[in-house]
């Protein structure tokens, strides 16, 4: 837990699965040339994935193809949540481009239907929605809200958390690295890492409680009031963090104790990925006061939204004129409807809670007697394999995962890592990710594991 205002971060983790600039001369002479002209374009602020990166050209439900036909089977992408180039989808956002396109101030059907089926898949706590392009911008309006509303400004998150690139949300989103300082109003406490924060003197939520706890405390000793805790329901940057559920009510608990807000933040566990319900958060039985979406949400189309109780908003939409230009504009909507129509139809979220047992089983089996192998967790689509030099010590090997990683990518398999230090194997395909995909992912990670032995 940060003692001091200003959070000292680690090294920067950027580079995470990322391709090295110093290879470039290892790389066929085309794929360099295009190497060079996309830094020459956009400048070096992007990076590419993978120690050999890829060139993809198109995709199709949980495949992706490269320029000279070969299929990978995409194991990361959340954002096509059903699938690439999914054709309800396709179909919806071609109906309404020829259509209409327009912004919230003038009253339209689509998006009322819309909301309506949406906040119907949220606690009823949980009743109004106000619609952005990208999950930075709910966030953003999020912690504006909630600042707002208790007329505090300190925030909470956890160490490794990843929330957004507005200049307020990065202000808390300690992965981005020492290259971003974290805010004077910002806290951190250790991520939910039941491995390693539970042991015979107190369980994983006596640990979160008293972190919680002692952040407050130095909020409070430095004059600052709690305005919200932010959480990554499945907290993919940190390492992959399902259980045991329940362990977020504490946390939820000391936070309104103190008048503070609890924001959600499921714009990557979200629209059923946890295999459970709908929203990460409910596998704890908390009711948040404000929750995040996005990626997901448009199957690629750019729209996400911040989900309220109703009582954040009175004064709030009193006194603040907020409009989005892009936000929840027709064709955004379509897009959205048709992806909320897609995962109720082809009972995705059944698909992801018995895929994901396949693929969580296997895992493990695969891994059973490694040393670098801690642990297999998730939920669902959401997995992490958590590598170690040895389970004696737990101390983190992320090169033992970024090996794993490329292994897997020359295996036409395409995954990443995540954590503290880039230690832990990240899934998280695409919804209608099949038995037969999970085979192959398996047959592959077995392969791959290989290289631990």
């Not at 909470?156 to 290259?179: C, D, Q, R």
């Not at 559920?245 to 946390?251: E, N, V």
């Not at 101390?395 to 995540?418: F, H, K, M, Y």
Request: glycine share 10%; proline share 5%; charged share 20%.
């Amino acid at each position: 837990m940060s003692t001091t205002p200003q959070t000292i971060r680690k090294p920067s983790r950027a580079m995470i699965n990322g391709f090295d600039p110093n290879r470039l001369g290892e790389l066929p002479d085309q794929m360099q040339k295009n190497i060079r002209r996309r830094d020459q374009s956009l400048g070096p602020g992007y990076r590419l994935f993978y120690d050999t990166p890829l060139e993809i050209v198109r995709g199709k439900g949980v495949t992706l193809f490269d320029r000279d036909g070969n299929d990978y089977l995409d194991v990361y992408n959340n954002v096509p949540s059903v699938g690439h180039a999914h054709p309800r989808v396709i179909a919806a956002v071609h109906e309404q481009m020829q259509t209409l396109n327009t912004n919230t101030r003038y009253v339209q059907e689509s998006i009322l239907d819309y909301s309506e089926q949406l906040l119907s898949t949220f606690p009823a706590e949980l009743g109004h929605v106000m619609f952005t392009c990208t999950g930075s911008e709910a966030n953003d309006l999020a912690m504006r809200v909630a600042k707002y509303a208790t007329g505090n400004q300190g925030v909470i998150v956890t160490s490794g958390a990843y929330h957004g690139l507005t200049t307020e949300v990065a202000s808390f989103s300690p992965s981005l690295g020492a290259g971003v300082p974290l805010g004077a109003n910002v806290r951190v406490i250790d991520a939910p890492d039941a491995l390693r924060y539970s042991s015979d003197q107190g369980s994983l939520e006596d640990h979160l409680r008293n972190q919680v706890r002692a952040a407050i405390a130095d909020l409070h000793r430095h004059g600052i009031g709690v305005a919200a805790f932010i959480a990554d329901s499945i907290f993919s940057s940190d390492g992959v963090f399902a259980g045991p559920a329940g362990f977020l009510r504490p946390i939820i608990e000391e936070i309104h104790a103190v008048g503070g807000l609890y924001i959600a933040d499921e714009v990557q566990p979200g629209f059923g990925r946890t295999g459970e319900e709908w929203w990460g958060f409910q596998r704890h039985g908390i009711v948040p006061d404000i929750v995040t979406i996005g990626k997901p949400m448009g199957n690629g189309i750019p729209v996400a939204a911040a989900i309220f109780k109703p009582e954040l908003l009175v004064e709030f939409g009193k006194n603040i004129r907020y409009f989005n230009t892009f936000g929840g504009n027709s064709v955004a909507i379509a897009a959205a409807q048709a992806v909320l129509d897609v995962i109720r139809e082809e009972s995705l979220i059944e698909n992801a809670h018995k895929v994901g047992e396949k693929i969580i089983t296997g895992l493990k089996d695969l891994t059973q007697g490694l040393d670098e192998v801690a642990e297999v967790r998730g939920s669902g689509f959401f997995i992490g394999v958590d590598l170690v030099t040895d389970r004696a010590t737990l101390t983190p090997n992320g090169e033992a995962a970024a090996g794993i990683v490329n292994a897997l990518r020359q295996d036409r398999i395409l995954i990443s890592a995540c954590g503290a230090q880039g230690n832990v194997l990240k899934l998280r395909p695409p919804m209608p990710f099949s038995s037969n995909d999970a085979d192959r992912l398996l047959e592959g990670m077995g392969r791959a594991f290989k290289t631990l032995r």
